[in-house]
């Protein structure tokens, strides 16, 4: 292998796959890279045939889907903040804006109607008065005319953009109910009409949905499970399967058949069904994770990915889902440098209890070399984990020296909903932290960490667990922490965030700061500065508008006055994380050199 320099520079040109689909006919593909670009960028198989990069620009991207009739795809540009510009760019001529250029709203999607003029999405906004709201409130465009049309005007925000039926009567919206964490799925017509709810899981449950042909596929939360069913816009419909491993439904192109995502052990696979005989069929493969996209001219298409194997779009056959047998769609081999694969160190799982008994699941990374200390890597969400797949960031820290820890604490998705659910029963600040530290402490124990040399870092609620463990645990634990783009003081997170993200803070916490004041006060790491004992770094988007940069101006003011030093790295050109290239090599170095300066103090 390279010197870890050179690693790096190799680690970020490795592509990164995500956000893939395939269209409704099953002739196009399409996705997003990481890494190929200066930034994430669309990339696509067109009918034709050819593999080509469709979106254009330096700024961050998201697929949003296919033009109406195959015809090309349709993507966002951000350019941090989160304030979205929608394209559609067809296989061949120039992309064409369909919605407002940096808006003074936070977009959600934008669907094409097969035949008329009109895009549909959300929108935290009130046209008619020129105002911001918090709801997220279900428009109609007119491309021609410039019309819009409010649809359906919930009084919750939503989580999801609006999907247009594939024959362009219906939009399928969620609805946010009196509940924060409730949420339906309603149905409205494309003319206005009809606003109805269709499925309610009941008023502190979610039910996520999507269009399957004219079909409405969809996961709705039971009592400690989730059950998979699908629904025609009548309301007729039936139940599949109920399995706390389900997480979300599907989209398949190219098939009538319905899929579900499930994930265990934080390994996803497919659940496969036909929607007349509910037969159920699990696409699991022996190591990694599969997610099926639906099949196209030559067969079945998902994407697989593993420690050691990149994400890629791959043909399979469901009768062997052996890795081995996957075939490459993208040509990704012929992308990586020789040996590259060969030399990368795949995860280990690791298991422990928690202070309470509960028994937590992480992965470790080995570095082949001598261990200067252990890296623990926190996900953010928490409603996310991590999974099995190849990371840049973890590569290169092993090249430097570094044992890596991953831990999936309560309340991360991967293992069941009683586990996701868990992190409500104390809130963000509570047990879910007892989880990372006594992951920790298990470390230790087993010999791969040394007391003194463990760092904390993570983007997110990452961030506020490394603010956690930093302020809360001994400095013979956590020697040091990195947060990025963290929460620090709950409340003045919860009145500077996106309006439309307010409701998972009161879900998490068990209400607003005017219900639970002593609660956002108790979890918010600004009180304990005080108490750091080990070496900060702090990291932070300028244009971040979900953990806005007024958690760092208030938290350096309470290290200031407590005389806690700090070292500090903005990006002025990034939001919530760091994506683009140059800022990521940026960044991994930086973080690489100090902890490794703070593991040489300790």
């Known amino acids: 292998m390279p010197d870890p320099e050179r690693l790096l520079e190799l680690l970020l040109d490795l592509p990164q796959l995500y956000a893939a689909q395939l269209s409704a006919g099953g002739r196009a593909l399409a996705w997003v890279w990481n890494g190929v670009d200066p930034a994430p960028s669309v990339w696509a198989r067109t009918p034709a045939g050819r593999v080509e990069r469709m979106s254009h620009g330096e700024d961050e991207v998201f697929l949003l889907g296919f033009v109406p009739g195959e015809r090309g795809v349709v993507y966002e540009t951000d350019l941090g903040d989160e304030r979205t510009t929608p394209w559609a760019r067809p296989w061949e001529g120039a992309p064409e804006r369909i919605g407002e250029a940096h808006p003074p709203y936070f977009p959600r999607g934008a669907e094409l109607h097969p035949e008329r003029p009109w895009v549909f999405f959300g929108a935290n906004y009130d046209f008619a008065r020129g105002k911001a709201i918090e709801p997220t409130w279900v428009w109609r465009r007119d491309l021609k005319t410039g019309e819009l049309r409010a649809l359906a005007r919930p009084e919750r925000p939503g989580t999801w953009a609006p999907q247009l039926s594939p024959d362009g009567r219906w939009v399928l919206y969620d ?36 269009w399957a042909g004219a079909r409405v596929n969809h996961v709705a939360e039971a009592e400690g499970t989730r059950v998979w069913g699908w629904l025609e816009p009548d309301g007729r419909g039936q139940a599949l399967l109920e399995d706390p491993y389900l ?205 003194g040399r463990v760092g904390v870092t993570g983007t997110s609620y990452g961030g506020y667990s490394s603010w956690w463990q930093i302020t809360h645990a001994p400095p013979e634990l956590v020697a040091a922490a990195a947060p990025i783009c963290g929460m620090t003081d709950l409340v003045v997170d919860y009145y500077s965030t996106r309006p439309d993200l307010r409701p998972y803070s009161e879900e998490m916490l068990g209400g607003s700061p005017e219900e639970v004041p002593e609660r956002y006060h108790e979890r918010s790491p600004v009180h304990y500065v005080n108490r750091i004992r080990g070496r900060l770094l702090i990291v932070q988007g300028a244009l971040d508008p979900n953990v806005t940069p007024e958690n760092l101006t208030t938290v350096r003011r309470a290290l200031d006055a407590a005389g806690v030093p700090y070292e500090l790295l903005v990006f002025e050109d990034e939001g919530h994380g760091i994506r683009k290239k140059e800022n990521r090599r940026t960044l991994y170095r930086r973080l690489a050199d100090f902890f490794e300066a703070a593991f040489a103090k300790g």
Not at 181 to 196: K, N
């Open 175 to 210: 609805r946010g109910t009196r509940h924060p964490g409730g949420q339906e799925l309603w149905l409205v017509g494309a003319d206005g009409e009809g606003d109805r709810l269709l499925v309610s899981a009941g008023e502190a449950r979610k039910v996520y949905g999507l």
């Open 247 to 451: 997480e979300y439904p599907l989209r398949l192109g190219g098939t009538p058949l319905l899929a579900a995502q499930a994930v265990r052990r934080a390994r996803s696979y497919t659940l496969l069904a036909g929607p007349q005989s509910g037969a159920v069929r699990e696409l699991r493969p022996p190591s990694g994770s599969l997610t099926l996209l639906g099949q196209d001219a030559g067969g079945w298409v998902g994407v697989y990915a593993s420690s050691t194997r990149p994400a890629d779009l791959v043909r399979l056959d469901p009768d062997a889902l052996e890795p081995e047998a996957f075939t490459s769609l993208t040509g990704l081999d012929e992308r990586l440098p020789a040996g590259l694969l060969a030399g990368l160190v795949p995860a280990e799982d690791f298991e422990w209890t928690s202070t309470d008994g509960l028994p937590v699941h992480g992965f470790v990374y080995r570095t082949p070399h001598r261990p200067r200390g252990t890296i623990v890597l926190v996900h953010g969400g928490p409603t996310a984990h991590y999974g099995e797949y190849v990371s840049p960031e973890v590569q290169y820290y092993l090249a430097r020296g570094f044992n890596v820890f991953l831990p999936n604490y309560r309340g991360s998705t991967g293992y069941g909903l009683a586990f996701q659910q868990k992190i409500k029963e104390t809130g963000w600040g509570g047990l879910e932290q007892d989880d990372i530290r006594t992951g920790i402490e298990a470390l230790i124990t087993t010999g791969l960490a040394e007391p």
